[in-house]
């Protein structure tokens, strides 16, 4: 296409993807004409803010639109029309055929030509083949729409005199965010969840406070269950019933069962998608037409780690490849430019539980076990900042990291002050390939109100390093657990606790020596079975491992995060339906 030739593109989707690839052409193109199609009434909004709308901390509905038809007209000169689904593509022609939902007045039905086309489809909430699922008082929660009728419903039993009961289904983002603002709004929340946790990009035992949490503030948590069916009930409420047999009449629903790509339009176009329905792109986010982009949740893209497919519905990488699908288009149109390449998503996430921070980045566990790729890991709990500074709160953090160069594969991490801080630290050094060795020589913020001297990622990657240079040989909770289980008479516990901590709980035929008597007690310990050394987070078992080993004993390991990483296992293992 020549450089002085105008330039036509139509983008299908708008919120993230689609919007920012329209904002950006034009930032790029003041000739280019751009046309966005929206099926819903709403451009841009902010669907994260959807629940803490509904929950009334967010007060004002117009602070979600981040931006009107109108304002991007006026600011972009863009063509934007909501309410118009697009009903077909043919590629060939270059043509899409779209339908003007807005009634008398409106363009019905009409093809629209384009040069360039950008899919932003998005996703579609998941809804299984379940009666019940089509009540008026049954919800998903996607957007601007779903979004009102919930609100309209719960104004409407405001000044209900009876308790207000909800059964939320799904334990992912918004079925989180939903039990949280439900229940602060003063609703009775029953939860159920297919799955043996809660929030599935964080390893069981890293969920398991967030379980512990949710039944402190009165959600009544149902984990492996799932939901049968649902019947209507009188006055307008619902009979649910779960699996496994419980019922319960509630006033409303709501489903956060996920989501899966909506590529309805692209399979019906020929487009080439993966085996589990995403659009198939490259580097540069072209699908299998050349002149058809697409970004977003409905795409198929790189992991930044394995370099494997992946589907991650998330606002910042939508962005992003909106944002490079725009240059990449306008790169083709001028020659001194180059194409782009998408670099991969690392799935970079946090979530807000009650009082709880949960966030994670990269791969975990259970994604580096089934990749086959080898992996080791390191568990801590330090403060959010210089404990002797009032309100320092533990964390739990979980690194994980390749055994043989300690290049950072992914982080967990949970707690009620600082996660966010720890969690950017280390997606950071995830996307720049950084090692745990480099971990503990990165120059972070400190003063006793945000930090300490050694930052909790400092003091992951010394822990790391250590076992990377042999210092420290680990074993894991729940290997620990199966082995005790057993009674292997080859174990010999070692808690190096406080006898006062000591009383208040320990592993099961620990002998307890405190740290600060071993040096003295050496005898007491025996060199023929294996010494596993344990305190409350790991750190003066550290101590102990380091003493031992220089006095001779060979046969020791050290319990990776200590009593509490035991405690975490012994909560995921717990049986996971409300006791």
């Known amino acids: 296409m020549n450089i002085d030739s105008p330039l036509k593109v139509v983008i299908i989707g708008g919120v993230a993807g689609g919007a920012s690839a329209a904002a950006r052409l034009r930032r790029q193109s003041e000739e280019a004409e751009i046309i966005v199609l929206e099926k819903t009434g709403y451009i841009s909004y902010a669907n994260c803010g959807l629940p803490y709308y509904l929950g009334g901390v967010i007060t004002e509905r117009d602070k979600l639109l981040l931006q009107t038809p109108e304002s991007m007209r006026k600011r972009f000169r863009l063509d934007v029309r909501v309410n118009t689904e697009a009903l077909e593509i043919r590629p060939r022609e270059k043509v899409v055929v779209a339908l003007d939902h807005s009634g008398p007045g409106g363009r019905g039905r009409y093809e629209l030509s384009y040069d360039k086309l950008i899919l932003a489809p998005g996703a579609q909430p998941v809804r299984p083949n379940l009666s019940g699922l089509d009540l008026p008082n049954v919800f998903t929660l996607r957007n601007m729409e779903d979004c009102d009728r919930i609100k309209t419903f719960l104004a409407g039993r405001a000044g209900s005199p009876a308790p207000k009961t909800a059964l939320v289904v799904g334990g ?297 240079d042999g210092q420290l040989r680990q074993i894991f909770a729940d290997d620990l657990a199966a082995r005790v289980a057993k009674t292997e008479p080859a174990l010999w516990l070692l808690d190096v606790r406080t006898p006062k901590e000591f009383q208040s709980g320990s592993l099961p035929g620990a002998v307890n020596i405190p740290v600060d008597e071993l040096r003295d007690r050496l005898d007491d310990l025996p060199r023929d079975r294996l010494i596993v050394t344990f305190c409350q987070v790991g750190l003066r078992s550290y101590l102990a491992y380091r003493l031992l080993s220089q006095h001779g004993f060979d046969r020791l390991v050290n319990l990776s995060g200590g009593y509490r990483a035991w405690l975490a296992q012994m909560e995921a293992d717990r049986p996971t339906a409300a006791q």
């Open 172 to 468: 992912g983002f918004v079925g989180l965010e939903m039990m949280e603002n439900l229940t602060q709004a003063g609703w009775a929340v029953t939860a159920a969840e297919l799955a043996p946790q809660v929030l599935a990009p964080l390893d069981p035992e890293m969920a398991a406070p967030i379980k512990a949490h949710l039944r402190e503030k009165g959600v009544d948590l149902r984990l492996s269950t799932g939901l049968a069916e649902i019947t209507q009930a009188p006055e307008g409420r619902l009979n649910c019933r779960l699996e496994g047999g419980l019922s319960l009449t509630a006033d409303m629903a709501i489903l956060g069962l996920g989501v899966s790509p909506d590529t309805s339009l692209a399979r019906a176009a020929g487009l080439t998608l993966t085996k589990g329905g995403a659009i198939l792109v490259d580097s540069f986010m072209r699908s299998s037409e050349p002149d058809i982009y697409a970004v977003g949740d409905a795409v198929s893209i790189r992991d930044f780690v394995t370099g494997q497919p992946l589907v991650m519905p998330l606002a910042g990488p939508a962005n992003r490849q909106g944002r490079l699908a725009a240059d990449n288009i306008m790169a083709e149109t001028r020659p001194d430019r180059k194409l782009t390449a998408y670099e991969g998503t690392q799935g970079t996430l946090i979530c807000r539980v009650f009082e709880l921070t949960a966030g994670a980045t990269g791969l975990n566990e259970k994604r580096l076990r089934n990749s086959g790729r080898r992996y080791d890991k390191v568990y801590l709990y330090p403060a959010s900042h210089a404990a002797y500074y009032p309100g320092s709160e533990p964390m739990s953090l979980k690194v994980l990291f390749d055994p043989d160069d300690g290049r950072l594969l992914g982080a967990q991490a949970v707690g009620r002050l600082g996660v966010d801080k720890r969690l950017d630290v280390l997606a950071t050094a995830l996307r720049a390939k950084l090692t745990v060795r480099d971990l503990t020589n990165l120059e972070l913020g400190y003063a006793p109100p945000y930090s300490s001297a050694k930052d909790p990622v400092n003091m992951a990657g010394f822990v790391a390093t250590n076992v990377l």
